[in-house]
């Protein structure tokens, strides 16, 4: 007991000695170091001893800059780059895994694919658009996971999304659709890009698709822009049932090609009853008109685009409205069907006139190109008056040779101040011509470079995911090898008119590196690693 109390003692004393032999030994050099800033050299280390004056530097550790404390803060400032995912992300949703980062995708959007959409998911990652029949549209998935997964993707990228949706049955009177969305590139500002893609357009013979026609709701894809923060709480506890479903799902789209099969071959055993019904109603069908055609055409069109969107709802085929509708468009589909046959077989089709009124197909494909064609149709229909107006007209001093001859001289000068007349006339209907040409060809310029009426705030650009943002969609349509020709050039454009490096992958601006979990790992490894001072 006695030896605990001197150690003790001794442990206090030799606490209450440290300004003694302590107090001697030289300081480190970051604390010698420490009062070249303002508020330390005014003595700001009252617990540190020090030897002489604050602002004298040691001799043996002479004052260095990396070292010293500045009295200014550096202050970073970078621009705001908006929040896209990884592409390993994507990848794993697709095969219906798991995202490292909690938001990716969601249980109310369909990402998953089967064998047959994984083939057309990965030829569009080489080709730049993805072709799907129709829209994609999976009913046992209540949407459209091919589509989906292939926006995401894009997003990922920082590129232009590009859906090719073809015509299957020929429903559509102007061919394929292509649908493009200039959401993934999180831009605020696309007139450029909005320019260069009608360029193109008008280049590879599509015209652009209203919005009047098509409206911004018939989309390839799901969104879910009015979507709750605390819709994701029971994302995870749900996921072993949506498993199970995805199970029960498969199974019934077994069940389902086997039905379609076994309806392809009763199909094919009615087709020589059906052709031989043809037959037999060809020679009873009275010649149909372009106009009454088109018509025809549109009413399919419309009624496919209404059809389209109850299914876009989530409406399976088993809904009453869903199979009205579609019993609707089968009857509709046989009079375009008949109307067609008629015109094969008659082969009398009435072309309707054209006028100033609404903008054909033909009118539309003409875009940025009309001026030019209107005035080399002017030039071509003035130059026959020109030359005729130069013409010299025959004299009538010239000595007649003969009796019939005088006749012909006598009677031409009437047939010149005719021709010299309707040549007045018809270069008042070219000039007509021309500047009805430039007034429609400016009313659909406007009308086609009118941004989309609805996008999201821009403030969303940068927090949220792809699938929470309105689509900003450009509709074109046009035949299979010129959609795909379009398609196909259609991002390489938008990414050259945002400029070199702003709509690329990798480090560049727009596309910032994803974060890995391993850099925390990495950085911890690293400061151990590190020396320490002591």
Request: with cysteine; hydrophobic share 40%; charged share 25%.
């Amino acid at each position: 007991m006695a030896q605990t109390t001197t150690s003790l003692r001794g442990v206090s004393a030799g606490a209450s000695g440290v300004s003694g032999a302590h107090g001697r030994l030289p300081l480190p050099a970051v604390l010698v170091a420490a009062p070249s800033h303002p508020a330390l050299a005014r003595g700001a280390l009252p617990h540190c001893p020090t030897r002489g004056p604050a602002s004298t530097p040691s001799p043996s550790h002479p004052r260095t800059p990396l070292l010293a404390l500045r009295a200014q803060r550096l202050v970073c400032a970078a621009q705001p780059r908006p929040w896209r995912p990884s592409i390993d992300d994507i990848d794993s949703i697709s095969w219906g895994g798991r995202a490292k980062v909690r938001g990716t995708g969601s249980r109310k959007i369909p990402h998953r694919l089967n064998a047959e959409e994984r083939g057309l998911y990965d030829m569009a990652k080489k080709k730049g658009y993805v072709a799907v029949r129709g829209t994609a549209y999976r009913k046992e998935r209540h949407g459209n996971p091919l589509p989906n997964i292939y926006r995401q993707w894009c997003d990922a990228k920082a590129q232009l999304c590009v859906v090719v949706e073809q015509d299957r049955a020929g429903s559509s009177p102007g061919g394929d659709q292509v649908v493009l969305d200039l959401a993934p590139l999180r831009r605020e500002d696309t007139a450029q890009v909005e320019a260069a893609l009608a360029a193109l357009a008008a280049e590879c013979g599509l015209r652009r698709v209203p919005y009047e026609e098509r409206p911004l709701d018939a989309l390839p894809w799901n969104i879910l822009a009015d979507w709750v923060e605390g819709d994701e709480e029971g994302e995870e506890e749900e996921e072993e049932e949506e498993e199970e479903e995805e199970e029960e799902e498969e199974e019934e789209e077994e069940e389902e090609e086997e039905e379609e099969e076994e309806e392809e071959e009763k199909a094919g055993a009615d087709g020589a009853e059906g052709a031989a019904r043809e037959q037999q109603q060809r020679p009873q069908l009275q010649p149909v008109s372009a106009a009454d055609l088109e018509a025809a055409r549109a009413a399919v069109a419309a009624q496919a685009a209404a059809v389209r969107e109850l299914k876009g709802s989530g409406r399976g085929n088993k809904d009453p409205e869903v199979a009205a509708a579609v019993e609707q468009l089968m009857q509709l589909k046989a009079q375009l069907q008949q109307a067609e046959a008629a015109v094969a077989a008659t082969g009398d089709v009435q072309q309707a006139p054209a006028g100033p009124g609404p903008q054909s197909p033909a009118a539309v494909d003409a875009l940025f190109l009309a001026t030019a064609a209107a005035s080399t149709s002017t030039y071509s229909s003035s130059s026959p008056s020109s030359a005729a107006a130069e013409e010299p007209a025959p004299s009538a001093a010239t000595p007649p040779t003969s009796a019939p001859a005088a006749s012909a001289a006598a009677a031409e000068p009437p047939s010149a101040s005719a021709a010299s007349a309707a040549d007045a006339a018809d270069a008042a209907d070219a000039a007509d011509a021309a500047d009805a040409a430039d007034a429609a060809t400016a009313a659909v310029a406007d009308a086609l470079l009118l941004p989309a009426p609805r996008r999201s705030p821009l403030e969303h650009y940068y927090s949220l995911p792809i699938w929470r943002i309105h689509a900003v969609p450009l509709f074109y349509q046009g035949e299979r090898a010129a959609a795909k020709a379009f398609a196909a050039a259609a991002a390489k454009t938008a990414a050259a008119a945002l400029g070199a490096g702003a709509a690329g992958g990798g480090k560049r601006e727009g596309a910032p590196r994803a974060v890995k979990r391993t850099d925390a790992k990495e950085l911890l490894k690293q400061s151990r690693k590190a020396p320490i001072y002591r």
